[in-house]
């Protein structure tokens, strides 16, 4: 038995402390009791991150496309491959021509926090997505706007506040987002405890069942019930800013416009009783350490940024920003934006927009639904070539069959992915990485919401032929950038670390290299100017203590306030209004989403323990809609939306708001090599997803509140 390796789990948001022993009888895994921030819990993914790492289906070697079959190939001749193609792409149709799609896992790596912002100036290319379009930049985007950097959150301070109102989150499922911190189960249940918990969500989730109140809202309507809480802040004159008093501008605007949406005219709407709305109000408002906190749900709506927006406006209007208990912003040990010194420049949207349907960029990037279009319509611009890293946009962004289908039809496509999966199929060179036991990490993103201030570094647990992922990043920006194939990776890092250097006034270490100097230089230029060393010798983590107040330095507007009424989100707000004057329907079903605690987005169903049982790509339908329909538990229904159609098993539970079905995302896998995750493949849910329908200041896709209908087969 050799000794366990302290590790950070890298496979969700919470970065828990894991002990991982590599043993003759497989690798095994517990908590880290020592660890500063989970203290020893973990969840069931956590735990199967061996079987994950010993997962024969996952790639070890790159894999280049030859008459259509995949074959494994040295990394050199990978590398000759892309230098062959890629470059005659930008050459032939301009840099544009070659887009890339950026997944989740590169907010979970060293590589992607680090490597990512490189590669991508190497490409010289507007034709950049995420999933971040899928997912939260609506967040990112008032934030933006309200606090003048779209990194600048406020996150709940889970440990101190006595009131926690959750809209469309499931932290006990997800274990938190743009919240970090381990063991949500533990943190929600001890705040319900001492005071109160409120959900908001059409399901009964996990997260709802352990609060002290669930509130079964209509999907996409959580702007309503906001404004409405709004409303009766200012009517009951209940506004109080608090630490934020004479550093907010706007607060007239928020006013007179929430006074059109008293609690009477959004009850039917929102499923949510007047009174209740008011209650609600009153007790965020009443409560000293109290926090409005919003998620996917809210985020992936059709007013995802009206939506995040009015959630600080709450915050703010309550007095319960930047105060303990309250939203207070995360200070990090390294990287994070809002605490470089001198002069930093506000946020600003829409710099350039898509070329097919005119949708603006949002942090350099462009709405993931854009994707397919962008290949597939012809014209001056149209993109060619596709560089995926870490991402399946085939099973994740809505609107799938056309994405599936304009992948074939690109000149070159190059994925850096551990797997063959919906997407990385298409690809014409894969590149693998080393597994997260293989290489090391350090949470450079994640410590910027994290509800605690950490910094905890972890070394591989065992060696690997697999270079890590940064080397494919700078390789494939040397090519793309013209400098070619045989620049060695130690030349390109070292000008990298220069640069950095150089941006954070440090000398970068000698002795150092690769991601470990680069953060070095980051650490030293960091509000408590740590150094590598002094971290990485602190395997289970340095606490750097609960939360702390950082107005105004934290904020970089161009007023240099709180800014709670910026145009580009008012923007929206005759949308809202249009909205707002459609008659209530109730005749329809509208589809939302759902994740498992097994699960981890497309691509952990080929772990044996963590799929099957509850774990299972099912619809989940209210009893009176099942009797209505004539669905019985256990058959089979088609689901139609204007996009597309699905048939998948039904499964009959109360926990659903009744005209609302659910269905998780991530599943769907064919033409994959996943020998377990093909036996019970699921459908992918982004078949129905309608790119049409997004959220309008950001184009985040609509992934929750999508009309469908449901039908026996
Ligand atoms: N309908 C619907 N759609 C959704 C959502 C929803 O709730 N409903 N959720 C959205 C959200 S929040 C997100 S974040 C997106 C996720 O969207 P994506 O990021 O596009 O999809 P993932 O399934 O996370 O794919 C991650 C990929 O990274 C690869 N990978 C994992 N680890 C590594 C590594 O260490 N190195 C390399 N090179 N590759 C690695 C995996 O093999 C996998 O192919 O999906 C979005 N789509
Ligand atoms: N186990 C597991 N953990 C994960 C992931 C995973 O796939 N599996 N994915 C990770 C990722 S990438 C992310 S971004 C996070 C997401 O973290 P969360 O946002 O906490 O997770 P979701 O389960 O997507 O929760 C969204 C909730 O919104 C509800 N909802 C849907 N529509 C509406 C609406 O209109 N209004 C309201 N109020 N609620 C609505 C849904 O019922 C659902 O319960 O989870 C992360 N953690
Ligand atoms: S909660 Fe997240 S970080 Fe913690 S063990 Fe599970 S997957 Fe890993
Ligand atoms: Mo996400």
Redesign the pocket.
Known sequence: MTTPVPVTCPL??ATCGLLVTPTAEGIKVRGDRDDVFSKGYLCP?GASIGELHEDPDRLRAPLVKRDGEFVEVSWEEAYAEIERRLPAVQAVHGRDAVAAYFG?PTAHTLAGALYLRPLIKALGTRNIFSAGTV??VPRMFVAGYLFGDVATIPVPDLDRTDYLLV?????L?????MMTAPDMRGRIRAIAKRGKVVV????R?RTAEAASEHLA?R????AFLLLAMVHTLFAEDLVTLGAADGLVRGVEEVRSLAADFPPEAVAERTGIEAETIRRLAREVAGTERAVVYG????TT?AFGTVNSWLIDVINVLTGHLDRPGGAMFPMAAAGQPNTRPGPRKPFRHGRWRSRVSDLPEVMGELPSVALAEEISTPGEGQVRALITVCGNPVVSVPGSDDLDAALADLDFMVSLDVYVNETTRHADVILPGPTPLERAHYDLLLYQYSVRNIARWSEPVLPTEVPPDWHAMVRIAAIASGAGAEVPVEQLDDALAAGLAQLNGVEPATGLHGPERLLDILFRAGPYELTFAEVAAAPHGIDLGPLQPRLPGVLSTASGLVDLAPAAILEDVPRLREAAAQPVLDDGLVL??????????SWMHNVPTLVGGTNTCTLHVHPDDATRLRLEDGGRAAVASAAGRVEVAVEVTDTIRSGVV?LPH?WGHEGIRGSVATKDPGVNSNRLGDVSRRDAPTGTAVV??IPVTVAPV
């Open positions: 969700c948001e993914k989740n997912d939260q809209l469309g989150g499931n932290p499922v997800s274990n938190g987002s908001v969500d059409p399901s989730t809202i999907p996409g309507t959580d998620r996917m749900g809210t709506s939302i989403g759902r994740r498992h605690l097994r699960s981890n987005n659910s991530g929750n509140g």
